[in-house]
């Protein structure tokens, strides 16, 4: 487990250890597997590498060293956020800030690049390892709202991490009121983990007050507030603590919408996607995008198949009604945009994978059905091979 702490960032709080995991069978709990290290996020050799290192007393510099050369190699920046997604205005970078799709900016305030306990799948470790350079973050206010003012075509904003709610209610306020007096915004979305895993935040922190009325000042300025929730587990929902933060944050006009992706032994069962869909409705939040796990860190670990991910998918979309049936999925944030998989199919003697772009940098790629070649052990879409006599995969 050191050797694994030593590669992939780790923590865990209070609210995490003693109401959502059971004792009972750690190992096979689905809350510890999402929260605490276990053998097989690393490849044999760098585990065997990393153990090594540990056992013989090496100096702390050659444990880092080592363990960023191994993180160098597990994509840490996948889909091409670095490269791609970092916006320019005036000729000039705007740091912590990404824009992939037109109508929506990512802002990476710097306060909020952590979260309150770290998922072990985590696709933003690079943020919490604490290496200068890997991290995606700006606290240039000014900058990020002057990007937006000259984008019209901008109606979201997502603040994400990490969990911008790790921030005080004073410096969260700081990345969102200036945002309110900008005419073309109609949403601001918040990504956060802190239902899940510290619903104190929304209940009874010492800020909690002046929080929830900077959710009421969002409503009154005439923007839609967006609270996209991680929500990897109906356990998750079931704590008087998170129904009561989820009552009140929808007391101020805010809507929670829950989100997650799909991992290996935490949940890879339609059991407890169509539960959580219905405990999700039922306390007033609406279902939205079941993921792929991403094409980054210890994704061999926590995949499901592309194939089996599909029909975890149906298999809770035909338990759920209508209301519930607002999720997408399982979906696949990759590099060219957000893929949907739709389904299998047999079409002209091929067996194939109905694929839609949800996302995509091309705008015109949304929407239209391409095929894949059905291969069962495929995880990720750079896996899939076109089908039906196609030269490339894309519409
Ligand atoms: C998912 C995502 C969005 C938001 O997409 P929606 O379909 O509008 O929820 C925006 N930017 C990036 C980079 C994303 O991955
Ligand atoms: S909540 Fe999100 S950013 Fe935070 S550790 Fe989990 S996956 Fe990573």
């Known amino acids: 487990m050191r050797a694994i702490a030593a590669v992939f960032p780790f923590r865990t709080n209070s609210y995490v250890v003693d109401e959502l995991i059971d004792w009972a069978d750690p190992l096979h709990d689905p809350i510890f597997r999402l929260t605490f290290p276990q053998r097989g996020m690393l490849a044999a ?3 065997a590498r990393m153990e090594r290192l540990l056992r013989d007393g090496a100096p702390a510099e050659r444990v880092r060293a080592a363990a960023n050369e191994i993180r160098g190699r597990l994509n840490p920046h996948p889909a091409g956020q670095v490269e791609l997604n970092e916006p320019t205005l005036g000729g000039r970078p705007v740091p912590g800030v990404q824009h992939k799709y037109a109508e929506t900016v990512l802002i990476f305030p710097r306060p909020g690049q952590t979260c309150h306990a770290y998922c072990q799948y985590c696709f933003r470790w690079p943020q919490f390892v604490g290496e200068p350079g890997m991290k995606i973050a700006t606290d240039d206010v000014p900058a990020t709202v002057a990007y937006v003012r000259a984008h019209p075509e901008v109606t979201d904003v997502l603040l994400t991490g990490g969990d911008p709610m790790v921030m005080g209610s004073a410096v969260l306020r700081r990345y969102i009121e200036p945002l309110l007096a900008v005419e073309h915004l109609a949403t601001i979305r918040i990504g956060t983990k802190s239902l899940a895993y510290w619903p104190h935040r929304f209940v009874s922190d010492t800020d909690t007050d002046d929080l929830l009325r900077l959710f009421e000042e969002v409503a009154a300025a005439g923007k839609h507030l967006a609270i996209m929730a991680h929500v990897s587990h109906p356990r998750e929902l079931a704590s008087a603590t998170v129904r009561a933060a989820i009552q009140r944050i929808r007391a101020t006009g805010a809507v929670l919408r829950c989100q997650a992706p799909l991992i290996r032994g935490v949940n890879d069962d339609p059991a407890a996607w169509a539960g959580m869909w219905q405990e999700s409705v039922r306390q007033g939040m609406v279902p939205y995008y079941m993921f792929v796990e991403r094409d980054t860190g210890p994704q061999q670990h926590f995949a499901v198949p592309l194939l089996r991910a599909y029909e975890i998918f149906r298999d809770a979309y035909d338990q759920v009604s209508g209301l519930a049936r607002t999720v997408r999925g ?7 945009g957000k893929v949907c998989i739709d389904g299998v199919a047999e079409i002209a003697g091929e067996s194939v994978f109905v694929l839609r772009f949800l996302q995509a940098r ?3 790629q949304v929407g239209r059905p391409f095929f894949a070649h059905r291969d069962p052990a495929a995880i990720w879409l750079t896996d899939l091979k ?7 995969l894309a519409p």
């Open 45 to 47: 050799a760098d585990q």
């Open 330 to 336: 399982p979906v696949m944030s990759a590099l060219p």
């Open 362 to 364: 091309d705008p015109g």
């Open 386 to 392: 076109p089908a039906l006599g196609a030269s490339t």
